[in-house]
């Protein structure tokens, strides 16, 4: 199978482990670095040139959203608030990695255009 096919499957394991990081609270150098790697994989992968506008601006949204999860503790109360800030955290160091290469790469692609 191409690395092309593996993407979405690497996309979907961040998620699903950004989740359960948020649930159970498993908030390891170890698995914030893996988060980080499958994030690396996703910005190589998965992002085309058409995409490129798109994804930036979603990472964009998703990394202001998830600064501001904490702020729902009063009505959500600490627990569940404290997951939804850790699951925010995940999440960005999830896709941080992808929006450094994509962004790497519209730079060049800008810079090398005639």
Not at 73 to 78: F, I, N, W
Request: aromatic share 8%.
């Amino acid at each position: 199978m191409s690395l092309e096919k593996w993407g979405p499957y690497v996309f979907l394991l961040g998620v699903v482990i950004a989740l359960l990081v948020g649930i159970l609270g498993m908030n390891d150098p170890t698995i914030i670095g893996l988060l980080a790697l499958l994030g690396l994989i996703v910005g190589l992968v998965n992002i085309t040139d058409k995409e490129i506008t798109a994804f930036l601006v979603a990472v964009v949204a998703l990394m202001l959203s998830a600064n501001s999860l904490g702020t729902f503790q009063a009505l959500l109360g600490a627990d569940l608030s404290g997951m939804l800030v850790t699951f925010g955290g995940a999440m960005v160091a999830f896709v941080a990695p992808a929006a450094v290469v994509v962004s790497l790469k519209s730079i060049y692609d800008l810079a090398s255009a005639k």
